[in-house]
């Protein structure tokens, strides 16, 4: 066990609709780091919050968005779904902010498929 | 587009050998290396944050050396056992404090 938690597990939705997967980090943690895993693809980085500020964006589209609340959890938003969007989402963290130095611990992820 | 090359993309190792792999990156703006086991049905774990040329980690039967001015690592597998079944994957920091680009893994599957 990481220390990561994610919530949902599992959603199911249907496309057109608007979703938000909850990330609490690891206990002294300051970075959230959100990844998609779609089918063949690798982990792709989507976004990382530092300290509640956005720190670097990686390959988000504009449909999704995050923030990360004063107690350091984090919400990843998905709106306008599409049926590509089905995918494994995972949230990790780190104690600092800087990706090369910090080791990432991942939460269970949240599967997202729309349908 | 920074790249970051893992091979073999798969691997079956009998059990009890030993077994390695590689993960290539851009020589050029090196800062880090990572590597991660990602075992089915659950999630990345780290394994080694590497980040000196030359570096060597080891981890019980797991090591992993890294050569940053030709741009590769190896994963070193000693012995292996059937819990080593996993998929391992490297991952590369872009820049110093932006997006890190992860390798699509070796799987690694041990045989009893």
Redesign the interface.
Same mark, same amino acid.
Not at chain 1, 55 to 59: C, D, E, I, P
Not at chain 2, 42 to 46: C, D, F, G, I
Not at chain 2, 96 to 105: A, E, Q, S, Y
């Given at each position: 066990d990481?220390g990561v938690t994610q919530t949902p597990k599992h959603l199911i939705t249907a496309t057109g609709q608007r979703v938000t997967l909850r990330c609490s980090p690891r206990s002294g943690d300051l970075s959230v780091?959100w990844y998609q895993q779609s089918l063949d693809? %690798?982990?792709?980085?989507l976004i990382?919050y530092y300290n509640g500020e956005e720190?670097?964006? %990686?390959?988000i589209l504009e449909r999704f968005s995050a923030q990360q609340f004063p107690d350091l959890h984090s919400e990843l938003n998905l709106s306008s779904l599409e049926l590509g969007d089905s995918a494994l989402y995972?949230c990790?963290s780190s104690r600092g902010? %800087?990706?090369?130095?910090?080791?990432?611990?991942? %939460?269970?992820?949240t599967r997202l498929t729309v349908l | 587009i920074l790249n970051v090359e893992q091979s073999p993309q798969s691997l079956h190792v009998q059990e009890g050998d030993s077994t390695n792999f590689t993960c290539s990156f851009p020589s050029s703006n090196f800062?880090?290396l990572?590597w991660y086991r990602w075992e089915t049905a659950?999630?990345?774990?780290?394994l080694f944050?590497m980040?000196l040329n030359g570096d060597e980690k080891k981890k019980g039967r797991i090591s992993a050396t890294l050569n940053t001015k030709e741009g590769y690592s190896y994963l070193y597998i000693k012995g292996s056992q059937p819990e080593d079944s996993a998929t391992y994957?490297c991952?590369f920091?872009a820049n110093?404090?932006?997006?890190?680009?992860?390798?699509?893994?070796t799987r690694l599957h041990i045989l009893p």
């Open positions: 990481s780091y693809q %690798g982990l792709q980085f990382q720190r670097a964006k %990686g390959n995972f990790a902010g %800087g990706q090369s130095y910090n080791e990432q611990f991942f %939460g269970p992820g | 800062y880090a990572h659950k999630s990345p774990e780290a944050v980040t994957l991952a920091p110093r404090d932006d997006k890190i680009i992860f390798g699509k893994g």
